[in-house]
T-cell receptor
Framework: GENVEQHPSTLSVQEGDSAVIKCTYS??????FPWYKQELGKRPQLIID?????GEKKDQRIAVTLNKTAKHFSLHITETQPEDSAVYFC???????????FGKGNQVVVIP | DAGVIQSPRHEVTEMGQEVTLRCKLI?????LFWYRQTMMRGLELLIY????????DSGMPEDRFSAKMPNASFSTLKIQPSEPRDSAVYFC?????????????FGEGSRLTVL
């Protein structure tokens, strides 16, 4: 089955700096790659996603890049703010169907 | 729309008791997912329904777990008998997936503690 791994598990950054989280997946048939943000005690919420026919997507301060050959995709957060502190989960579709396999999450801490 | 609604939000029970978690989908969504979240294992997919039909239950830990979708807007996840290792946050999520995989909308989760 699909195996999704995230690195690093914890990331601390100074406010205003950039944060990058990398995710690797194993299933070459995966074609959808979302990132979810989960604040403490809250539900995961989609922040950005990318499909396999696109290499990069940007939405204000966040961007996602996809390298299908290497089977990895990354989340980039620029000009980090304290409210960016959360756990970020990457996911990959299982084959070409509607299910998602999630990574174990990255704890991002933005230091004011 | 109020989003995906789960109940109860918190449940504390004793080992051996039956637990029933409930989920109401977003109106119009056709896919329903039950996930379990723990520190050790992260978000694990337990079961997935599409148009009320269970498509993949390979993530259900064992026969003590069962899930139903009696209609297009409602689902239950039952654990009988419950064990301490079942303690986790259980999330229900729904999506509209006519063709491609789409955004999952998660409920607030049900935090289960089995003593």
């Amino acid at each position: 089955g699909e195996n999704v791994e995230q690195h690093p598990s914890t990331l601390s950054v100074q406010e205003g700096d950039s944060a990058v989280i990398k995710c690797t997946y194993s299933d070459s048939a995966s074609n959808y790659f979302p990132w979810y943000k989960q604040e403490l005690g809250k539900r995961p919420q989609l922040i950005i996603d990318i499909r396999s026919n696109v290499g990069e997507k940007k939405d204000q301060r966040i961007a996602v890049t996809l390298n299908k050959t290497a089977k990895h995709f990354s989340l980039h957060i620029t000009e980090t703010q304290p409210e960016d502190s959360a756990v970020y989960f990457c996911a990959a579709s299982i084959g070409g169907n509607n299910r998602l396999a999630f990574g174990k999450g990255n704890q991002v801490v933005v230091i004011p | 729309d109020a989003g995906v609604i789960q109940s109860p939000r918190h449940e504390v029970t004793e080992m051996g008791q039956e637990v029933t978690l409930r989920c109401k989908l977003i109106s119009g969504h056709n896919s329903l997912f039950w996930y379990r979240q723990t520190m050790m294992r992260g978000l694990e997919l337990l079961i997935y329904f599409n148009n009320n039909v269970p498509i993949d239950d390979s993530g259900m830990p064992e026969d003590r777990f069962s899930a139903k979708m009696p209609n297009a807007s409602f689902s239950t996840l039952k654990i009988q008998p419950s064990e301490p290792r079942d303690s986790a946050v259980y999330f229900c999520a729904s999506s509209w997936t006519p063709t491609n995989t789409g955004e999952l909308f998660f409920g607030e989760g049900s935090r289960l503690t089995v003593l």
